[in-house]
């Protein structure tokens, strides 16, 4: 920690699928002197990967759709369409290991060749400790389709092939809201002619 930060307390309050810490801190401030004690909950995450598979030869995007609780809470479509992601636990291997099994388990395709890097950052930093690395990588859509996941994580994901067009069409009619996703997507805008050719 920081000469800048004293943390006073820090305590768990509750754990399990996930973890949530109270902190009693105090930090240094902009004009001087130091705050008064605060009291803050954090989100515990470990690191996350996600990999947006794009098919450069059909410009076509292999998506995934499945359930999820917290927008179903925030008012959205508990269905929602992303890109393959995943927790790493170092004793499951490196982040590009992950990301390709995880394109293995949600999506049943295999990545072809390198990984190339999107982004690093942290979806939610007011409230959650996760880091989420984000990639591309290539594969082949005519071999995506059918339903996936690990039935011991109560998993139940359909794949989704869009070509690039239409992915972008339902990104703007606001119809995709996953953050990863909308970010790889807007990432593959700005960079998708350097990559078709980079991997024609």
Same mark, same amino acid.
């Given at each position: 920690?920081?000469?800048d !930060?004293? $943390? *006073?307390?820090?305590?768990?309050? /509750?754990?399990?699928?996930?973890? $949530? ?5 105090r #930090?240094?401030?902009?004009r001087?002197? +130091?705050?008064a004690?605060? =009291?803050?909950e954090?989100?515990?995450r ?16 292999? &998506? !995934?759709?499945?359930?999820r609780?917290?927008? &179903? ?5 508990? +269905?929602?369409?992303? *890109?393959?992601?995943? %927790? ?6 490196? =982040? ?5 099994r995880e394109?293995?388990? =949600?999506?049943? %395709?295999? *990545? *072809?060749?390198? &990984?190339?890097p %999107? #982004?690093? /950052?942290?979806?939610?930093?007011? @409230? ?6 984000? /990639?591309? @990588?290539r ?9 996936? @996941? !690990?039935?011991? =994580?109560?998993?139940? $994901?359909k794949?989704?092939?869009l070509?690039?067009r239409?992915?972008?069409r339902?990104?703007?009619? @606001?119809?995709i ?5 909308v970010?790889?997507? /807007? ?7 350097? &990559?078709?050719?980079r991997?024609?």
């Amino acid at each position: 920690m920081s000469d800048d !930060i004293e $943390i *006073i307390e820090r305590d768990t309050v /509750y754990r399990g699928f996930f973890r $949530i810490e109270r902190f009693r801190l105090r #930090h240094r401030l902009y004009r001087g002197g +130091w705050s008064a004690p605060i =009291e803050r909950e954090v989100f515990e995450r470990d690191l996350a990967v996600g990999v947006l598979l794009y098919d450069p030869a059909a410009d076509a995007l292999v &998506l !995934i759709e499945q359930f999820r609780l917290p927008p &179903l809470v925030a008012g959205l479509p508990a +269905w929602q369409t992303e *890109i393959v992601a995943g %927790i790493v636990d170092p004793r499951d291997g490196s =982040e590009a290991e992950v990301a390709r099994r995880e394109a293995q388990e =949600e999506a049943g %395709i295999a *990545i *072809i060749g390198e &990984l190339v890097p %999107i #982004h690093r /950052y942290m979806p939610s930093p007011g @409230g959650s400790s996760e880091i989420l690395a984000l /990639y591309c @990588g290539r594969v082949d859509s005519r071999a995506a389709g059918g339903f996936h @996941g !690990i039935a011991d =994580e109560h998993e139940d $994901i359909k794949v989704v092939v869009l070509d690039y067009r239409a992915a972008m069409r339902r990104l703007r009619a @606001g119809e995709i809201v996953n953050g990863p996703t909308v970010l790889a997507l /807007y990432w593959l805008a700005a960079n998708r002619a350097r &990559l078709r050719r980079r991997w024609k």
